[in-house]
């Protein structure tokens, strides 16, 4: 008779899990400040690096789109210097504390903050709200900002990813609407911005509840509210804008195919998509699981296809971009310069299939356990849960999203994922987007018949232009 | 401030596994990590790359895991995953929810002792396809894309296992066979060549005995070859400079020197060097070329610590448009040779040594990343107590002991300049036309 095989013995019998130890998403505090502003705080004891920001309703998607790229660079140009001090000054500050203050404005809000250790708190959030307060936008700094604005654009001009993804947005969205450009603004409106108009876009403040300052770590001891109201007592929550809401726009009537000439250029980059839909849609969490089982999850159908089984990519994927407004919905890969239109091919397949028919049990419960089982991942440290927490007050959500988050995943069926296939994703009218070498791939891109071809070749994007 | 003691238990199963664990509740997940000491370092000649490319090759199945499962799994259990090479060691980590543990620490257990019997030549050529487009996606498709395999190559002789980088030729993965795959699996993923580290919300009882079950059947490997590097002065004894044509719109300038084999006292001299001359705003660098004179549109400086030889001291500096390559090298070199002259002032050391204390105290309260420190000095410093003892080292270092080692290393023989330069415009503008 043979021995057991010992290894056999160990690893022949799967692990079942254990009872999860059950985790909620950390209770924050809100108040007021006397000027109106919400403050919302969050204990985590054992966390001695606190996380402090401060939204503010100012988003790229606010500003007019002839002054494209001023509110990325007005919350750039904060930590430029205040009224008080220069930026060296006002960066050795914040580093004696050991603490580093962030400005940066997407599309949606700008948000202003700084990480740094309980104790230190109360001197980092005075320094925070200098820059909030009394900004300076030093006309030299803005200029040196606006010009290194200027050439990172020229480099990602031959960024193959950058390259796909501004050829992208200005083919899913009308011209002139907001996100038809980058959220940091194309060349021709970045080279006409100055002080004036940094100042008036940081100036331009939405909707006042979509403002709050967020403190999250361990704050035993700590009286924050004491603490931030002599510094942002009074910063006026501010008067909802006057300007009606920001118009976007499909730019798609049907499918266009354009082809971005890399000369020479080892793979292709590919970006297929459109316009998504906002993140307040009641469809978000069917739509959530769809992109998972999609291209959100490694064993996803496109990662599956492409990489796994063609061995096409490093790797694919696709999701939402779930914003204010109907941001974009994207699949993407690079490709090898060869399996440029076999990789294309497959790719619309999956995207084809997904409408077709539900996903199996096996593909559900994947995307959905994954979805609620990271749920306490993702909120491990201070950062991002104040993150969190300032999402529901930019997309303007209920105090009790993320405790009805999970709740709402683990309710989508398979019937729900494929309405949802069916409603948001638009095969009639796709932007296929290709960075590659044109003189490859263009006559074989030309007969896959996935719609008509318009190759973009560019002068090489020469610093002498600058 | 005090950045909190992480507390770890240390020990060795019977076949070798050396088995970390550090407790910490505050939030139920918890970290596996697993260091391999083995990387592109113990790659041999002709078999570049090949390190990396069987990490790719763990991820497609053992005895009871199909191919691609291990992701499934884990992912399905709502825990994050990967592997990843470098010169030095490979490692492969799952951070999840606490009560999926067992989960963990089967699916390390299966692939450490059964890989080679789900290892398919179709699975293999698969993955080469995939690891030759990583490849292309990060390095030959990116613009100054060639700079890591180009400084390596200039710092290290040929002969070195420090001279090419972990991603290798197209060649030689073209070249990698099966039997490449056994023989290397049989060398080196032995428990005897393993630290595995959990952190965060554990039972340590019940986590031993779920180690001992899984890993402890597992054979060790009596004969893992030693690593062998011929020593290396720690400086490299004169200039080399190469000017790289490459299609991009801004010329950079990437400046690499030898420097101190990790463990080094000098080593964290230079670390605060590059905090000083690069890090943030406030700095040496970016005051004077990004800001004052306005001739660089960015700067960096950082330090790639090596255990088997000379590490890496190196940044770069991207150069404006209307500024030429030779000012912005003049006043590059400038900055790094005055930092060897005069020490620095007290408040620059007060101000790096806070930030580093900062950034300690971010990295530490992530469980994933405490287990990969524990993973790392106790492969490379056979000690995990080493994660206790980095603050302490960086807070020594007095602003004599920065001039000194600046002095020392950053110097003009010891360097190694690339200059990536627009490529010929004329050519490429015909092209365009």
């Given at each position: 008779m043979n021995a057991p095989d010992p290894v056999e013995a160990a690893l022949g019998v799967r692990p079942v899990p254990g009872t999860p130890r059950p985790f909620t998403f950390p209770a924050a505090a809100r108040g007021r400040l006397s000027g109106g502003l919400a403050l919302v705080t969050v204990n985590l004891p054992g966390r001695p690096l606190v996380s402090a920001s401060l939204y503010l309703p100012n988003g790229a998607v606010d500003e007019p789109a002839d002054e494209g790229g001023a509110t990325v660079l007005a919350a750039r140009a904060l930590?430029?210097?205040t009224l008080h001090r220069d930026a060296v000054a006002l960066t050795e500050a914040a580093e004696r504390l050991g603490a580093t203050l962030r400005a940066e404005a997407g599309w949606d809000a700008t948000v202003v903050g700084v990480d740094v250790p309980a104790e230190r708190l109360g001197p980092a959030l005075e320094l925070l709200a200098e820059l909030v307060l009394e900004p300076a936008f030093p006309q030299r700094e803005v200029e040196r900002l606006r010009d290194q604005r200027l050439n990172d654009l020229l480099q990602a001009k031959v960024d193959p990813a950058r390259r796909a993804e501004e050829a992208f947005v200005e083919t899913i969205y009308a011209p002139g609407t907001p996100y038809a450009r980058v959220a940091g603004g194309r060349r021709e409106t970045v080279e006409t911005l100055d002080a004036g108009i940094l100042r008036r876009a940081y100036g331009r403040r939405g909707d006042p509840d979509r403002g709050a300052l967020i403190v999250g770590g361990d704050l035993a001891g700590l009286d924050v509210a004491g603490l931030v109201e002599p510094f942002f007592?009074?910063?006026?929550?501010?008067?909802?804008?006057?300007?009606?809401l920001p118009v976007v726009e499909d730019g798609l009537d049907r499918t266009r195919v354009r082809l971005v000439h890399r000369p020479r250029a080892v793979q292709s980059e590919l970006r297929v998509g459109h316009l998504g839909l906002p993140r307040l849609s009641p469809d978000y969490h069917a739509v959530s699981v769809m992109a998972m089982i999609l291209g959100g999850l490694f064993n996803s159908r496109l990662n599956m296809k492409l990489r796994e089984e063609k061995g096409y990519t490093y790797g694919a994927g696709a999701g939402f971009d779930f914003r204010r407004f109907a941001g974009p919905f994207s699949a993407r890969a690079a490709v090898n310069i060869d399996a440029t239109v076999p990789a294309l091919t497959d790719l619309l397949a999956e995207l084809r299939r997904i409408r077709e028919a539900a996903p199996s049990d096996a593909e559900m419960r994947a995307a959905r356990d994954y979805l609620v089982g990271v749920f306490p991942l993702r909120f491990e440290t201070p950062g991002p849960i104040v993150a969190a927490l300032g999402g529901l007050v930019t997309f303007g959500l209920p105090a009790d999203e993320l405790d009805r988050y999970r709740p709402a995943v683990d309710a989508v069926t398979a019937g729900d994922v494929l309405t949802a296939a069916r409603t948001h994703l638009h095969l009639e009218r796709l932007a296929v987007i290709v960075v590659g070498d044109a003189d490859v791939v263009g006559a074989d891109l030309e007969k896959a018949g996935i719609g008509d071809v318009e190759v973009v070749r560019e002068p090489e994007p020469l610093a002498e232009e600058a | 401030m005090t950045v909190p003691t992480v507390r770890y238990t240390d020990e060795r199963l019977p076949n070798g596994l050396r088995l970390v664990i550090s407790e910490d509740h505050l939030v139920p997940v918890v970290a596996v990590n697993i260091w391999y000491d083995v990387g592109s370092k113990h790659e041999q000649p002709g078999k570049t790359g090949f390190a990396h490319l069987f990490e790719h090759v763990m991820f497609q199945g053992s005895r009871h895991v199909a191919k691609t499962e291990h992701f499934a799994l884990v992912q399905a259990a709502g825990g994050s995953l990967n592997g990843s090479t470098w010169l030095d060691r490979t490692n492969y980590f799952e951070t999840l929810p606490s009560h999926q543990l067992e989960l963990a620490l089967w699916l390390e257990a299966d692939r450490m002792g059964?890989?080679?019997?789900?290892?398919?030549q179709e699975n293999l050529d698969n993955q080469r396809a995939v690891v030759k487009n990583e490849k292309r996606s990060s390095y030959d498709n990116q613009p100054y894309g060639t700079w890591q395999e180009k400084l390596l190559g200039h710092l290290y002789?040929?002969?070195?296992?420090?001279?090419?980088?972990?991603?290798?030729?197209m060649e030689d993965l073209d070249a990698a066979s099966l039997e490449d795959v056994a023989a290397f699996f049989r060398t080196y993923y032995a428990p005897n060549n393993a630290v595995l580290s959990i952190v965060g919300d554990v039972d340590p009882v019940q986590a031993r005995a779920w180690v001992d079950r899984y890993f402890g059947p597992l054979a060790a490997n009596p004969a893992i070859p030693a690593f062998h590097a011929e020593p290396l002065p720690l400086t490299l004894g004169g200039e080399q400079r190469e000017t790289v044509p490459d299609r991009v719109p801004l010329p950079r300038i990437y400046v690499g020197y030898r420097a101190p084999t990790l463990g080094d006292r000098r080593l964290y001299a230079l670390e605060i060097a590059a905090q000083v001359l690069a890090g943030g705003k406030g700095s040496r660098l970016h005051r004077r070329l990004v800001r004052d004179a306005q001739i660089a549109q960015d700067v960096a400086m950082f330090g790639l610590g090596f255990a088997s030889g000379p590490s890496v001291f190196m940044g770069w500096a991207t150069v404006r448009p209307d500024a030429t390559v030779e000012a912005v090298e003049t006043a590059l070199f400038d900055e790094l040779a005055r930092i060897g002259i005069d020490p620095i002032s007290d408040d620059e050391l007060d101000r790096a040594k806070a930030l580093i204390e900062t950034d300690e105290l971010a990295g530490l309260q992530r469980v994933g990343e405490r287990a990969d420190r524990l993973s790392m000095y106790a492969t490379l410093f056979d000690d995990p107590g080493e994660i206790n003892l980095q603050l302490e080292r960086y807070l020594a270092v007095t602003p004599e002991d920065v001039r000194a080692a600046c002095a020392e290393f950053l110097v003009a023989d010891n360097r190694v300049v690339l200059t990536y330069v627009p490529a010929d415009a004329a050519v490429e503008s015909t092209e365009a036309a």
């Open positions: 930590t430029e210097g007592g009074e910063l006026a929550a501010g008067a909802a804008a006057s300007a009606g | 059964t890989l080679l019997e789900a290892l398919s002789p040929e002969d070195h296992p420090y001279h090419h980088p972990t991603i290798g030729s």
